[in-house]
């Protein structure tokens, strides 16, 4: 498992459990060490996890091995059929789309996959969408607004891809077709920040009647480190740039901007996937309940998005 500097206590000690556990005989006294050991552990752990700096939320965040796109599609989404091409330009592996059943309900998908090696990561372009991308998210949302099928969407990415063919194809308009398709639906859109939620790459795939965010995710208009360039003019003070950008998702609950906070297991979402998988779907299940409530969701999605801001204390 991939260590992150402040979790380094815990596998110190993790260290030492292992050791005695490979000296172990039977010896009672190792075994009640060993038993010490693991519920100092847990404990440290938890202590850890309770207490994180909006930088080191970052680094959970962007942790490699935290459950992807992917990943909740297989437990979640049963018959799937996934959906490739804008029609326009090609396939963007950035952005994974399709249909199929969630819990009986038939939906449509939309997720940016970043990939869970090296080989996968470049494959899908760390997850960092062309305008295709875009476009093919907006062909989806056409064709789920036709068959009546609400929208679920994974969102988890550094930003929308700023390399130069991007922008030479349209990038920052096939964002804003995006968003302009996304208030148009007429039915469900839930949305859920599993990581990395950057800039108007992931507000693209990000309006919704309902808002979740996994525990120790973030979502920002801007990655920390590019509003360090900017604002500081040195992009190593990222850590101050994230505790000023409030990307937390406790932050955003408090600022009204997302509904609901869905918890992870302790140590994070990448200790536990099937768990935090399976508790996403519960929310899920609740949101799409909810929006049966509604009877017009186009303009409760609207009227949610322009209240944004509204009541917030300068």
């Not at 326009?88 to 592996?93: A, G, I, K, Q, V």
């Not at 080989?119 to 989806?140: L, Q, V």
């Not at 998702?249 to 009204?256: G, I, P, S, T, W």
């Amino acid at each position: 498992m991939i260590i992150l500097d402040f979790e380094k206590p815990i596998f110190e000690l993790d260290a030492k459990i292992q050791e005695l556990k490979k000296l172990n005989t039977g010896d009672l006294s190792i075994i009640e060490d060993v038993k010490r050991l693991e519920a100092k552990q847990k404990k440290m752990l938890k202590r850890i996890y309770s207490d994180l700096t909006p930088w080191q939320k970052v680094q959970v965040a962007r942790h490699q091995e935290r459950p992807k796109t992917v990943d909740y599609i297989t437990e979640l989404i049963d018959d799937f059929v996934p959906l490739a091409g804008d029609r326009l330009f090609e396939d963007d592996l950035a952005i994974t789309a399709g249909i199929g059943r969630f819990q009986g309900v038939s939906v449509a998908v939309l997720g940016q996959e970043k990939g869970k090696n090296t080989e996968d990561r470049i494959k899908h372009n760390f997850g960092m969408p062309h305008p295709e991308g875009y476009r093919k998210a907006h062909r989806i949302m056409d064709l789920a607004d036709k068959f009546d099928l609400p929208l679920l969407t994974f969102i988890d990415t550094a930003g929308a891809y700023p390399g130069v063919g991007a922008e030479e194809r349209g990038q920052a308009e096939a964002i804003a077709r995006s968003i302009e398709r996304s208030l148009q639906f007429t039915r469900p859109i839930i949305a859920t920040v599993i990581g990395e939620g950057g800039s108007g790459g992931a507000v693209a795939l990000g309006v919704a009647n309902y808002i979740m965010m996994l525990e120790h995710s973030i979502y920002s208009v801007i990655s920390p480190e590019g509003c360090a360039s900017i604002l500081y003019r040195d992009s190593e003070k990222a850590e101050d740039a994230a505790n000023a950008l409030k990307l937390t998702a406790q932050d955003l609950f408090k600022f009204d901007i997302i509904d609901e906070i869905v918890e992870e297991p302790i140590g994070g979402a990448h200790r536990d996937a099937k768990q935090v998988i399976k508790r996403v779907g519960e929310s899920i299940k609740a949101a799409l309940a909810k929006m049966q409530t509604i009877s017009d969701l186009k303009a409760h999605r609207n009227e949610k998005f322009l209240n944004f801001g509204r009541g917030v204390e300068q």
